[in-house]
């Protein structure tokens, strides 16, 4: 009888071999080519798992600032054909053999996300094969984060005129912001923040972890951002940061002051930050994500006409979470 070839894990040697790498499917699939001539993905951060020719697994990371390390773990996938033993185990050293390479020695294991269908849980053979992936992550000392619903706003879709309650001003400054960023940390529903208030952060220094973590990245113009106020009195009631990323308009972040929650507040807020993105040229829709646990938000997101046309896992290795996977 034939042995089977031993396995190989290995990077890519260049841009040359993103055809190997694509021969297993993911809805990212067609970011690669741009990802890797921008310099947010580097080959030597992709990595395969071959039996001869068969390419049976693949990972990779990602950043969003060419130059630094990797900023998250965007890509893992095993041949579906594989068995459930062949595949934790052929998992599990391509993870643990590609990370000792990719991660700097001594620093933390950059989280992994993942975009999967809205109904993976009812899809059987799609439930099989990400509950196996998670398997691996669990294995190699991860643990689920958050479970994240994508929306997605479409043009075409009616954004409503502004109801008067509220008056909107840009954003003035980093201070400005972060000063109504600090307060809406309290009682926050967001796991990334729960995780970021449970490691000791302050409620000021996880605002300010997420501004300069994220926020201050964003190269479209800052006059989109806008803060929301009483009209009769000035005093400020939420916030939202419409935004572009690398990929695609964006709701980046959205949130309402703890004294003012519970008012419908939240609705002509996102319908504003809406306004901004929808009226620029060119837009075919708009993203934006929200924890699956924070049904205020995503009722919200309901009412304005997004979309919840996939869901998204965070699994991470070195930060407090609750299980949503």
């Given at each position: 009888?034939?042995?089977?070839?031993?396995?190989?894990?290995?990077?890519?040697s260049?841009?040359?071999?993103?055809?190997?790498?694509?021969r297993?499917?993911?809805?990212?699939?067609?970011?690669?080519?741009?990802?890797?001539?921008?310099?947010?993905?580097?080959?030597?951060?992709m990595?395969?798992?071959?039996?001869?020719?068969?390419?049976?697994?693949?990972?990779?990371?990602w950043t969003g600032?060419?130059?630094?390390?990797?900023?998250?773990?965007?890509?893992?996938d095993?041949?579906p054909?594989?068995?459930a033993?062949?595949?934790?185990?052929?998992?599990?050293?391509?993870?643990e053999?590609?990370?000792?390479?990719?991660v700097?020695?001594?620093?933390?294991r950059?989280?992994?996300?993942?975009f999967?269908?809205?109904?993976?849980?009812e899809?059987?053979?799609t439930?099989?094969?990400l509950?196996?992936?998670?398997?691996?992550?669990?294995?190699?000392?991860?643990?689920?984060?958050?479970?994240?619903?994508?929306l997605e706003?479409?043009?075409?879709?009616?954004?409503p005129?502004?109801?008067?309650?509220?008056?909107f001003?840009?954003?003035?400054?980093?201070?400005?912001?972060?000063?109504?960023?600090?307060?809406?940390?309290e009682?926050?529903?967001?796991?990334?923040?729960?995780?970021?208030?449970?490691?000791?952060?302050?409620?000021?220094?996880?605002?300010?972890l997420h501004y300069?973590?994220?926020?201050?990245?964003?190269?479209?113009?800052?006059?989109w951002w806008?803060?929301?106020?009483?009209?009769?009195?000035?005093e400020?009631?939420?916030?939202?940061?419409?935004?572009?990323?690398?990929?695609?308009?964006?709701?980046?972040?959205i949130g309402?002051?703890?004294?003012?929650?519970?008012?419908?507040?939240?609705?002509?807020i996102?319908?504003?930050?809406?306004?901004?993105?929808?009226?620029?040229d060119?837009?075919?829709?708009?993203?934006?994500?929200?924890?699956l646990?924070?049904?205020?938000?995503a009722?919200?997101?309901?009412?304005?006409?997004?979309?919840?046309?996939?869901r998204s896992?965070n699994?991470?290795w070195?930060?407090?979470?609750?299980?949503?996977?």
């Amino acid at each position: 009888m034939t042995s089977a070839p031993a396995l190989v894990v290995r990077p890519l040697s260049g841009p040359q071999e993103l055809d190997l790498f694509d021969r297993l499917d993911y809805v990212l699939d067609h970011e690669l080519p741009d990802d890797l001539a921008s310099g947010r993905r580097l080959p030597e951060w992709m990595w395969v798992a071959l039996r001869g020719d068969r390419l049976v697994g693949r990972i990779s990371w990602w950043t969003g600032r060419p130059g630094t390390a990797p900023q998250a773990l965007d890509f893992f996938d095993l041949d579906p054909e594989l068995s459930a033993e062949d595949a934790a185990e052929i998992g599990l050293r391509l993870l643990e053999t590609a990370t000792a390479t990719v991660v700097p020695a001594g620093a933390p294991r950059p989280e992994y996300g993942r975009f999967m269908p809205a109904d993976w849980r009812e899809a059987a053979g799609t439930r099989t094969q990400l509950e196996r992936l998670f398997g691996v992550l669990e294995a190699s000392g991860a643990r689920p984060l958050v479970e994240r619903l994508r929306l997605e706003w479409r043009a075409g879709t009616p954004v409503p005129e502004p109801a008067g309650r509220l008056a909107f001003r840009p954003v003035r400054d980093r201070e400005d912001l972060l000063a109504l960023m600090t307060p809406v940390m309290e009682g926050t529903l967001d796991a990334h923040g729960q995780a970021d208030l449970a490691s000791g952060l302050s409620l000021r220094e996880a605002a300010e972890l997420h501004y300069d973590e994220e926020l201050a990245h964003y190269t479209t113009p800052r006059d989109w951002w806008r803060i929301a106020e009483l009209p009769e009195t000035g005093e400020p009631v939420g916030f939202v940061v419409p935004a572009r990323n690398s990929y695609h308009p964006i709701i980046a972040y959205i949130g309402v002051l703890p004294a003012h929650r519970g008012r419908g507040h939240i609705d002509e807020i996102l319908a504003e930050g809406t306004r901004v993105l929808s009226a620029q040229d060119d837009v075919a829709r708009i993203r934006a994500a929200t924890d699956l646990g924070n049904v205020p938000m995503a009722r919200s997101f309901a009412r304005a006409g997004y979309v919840n046309f996939e869901r998204s896992v965070n699994f991470v290795w070195d930060a407090p979470g609750t299980e949503g996977a």
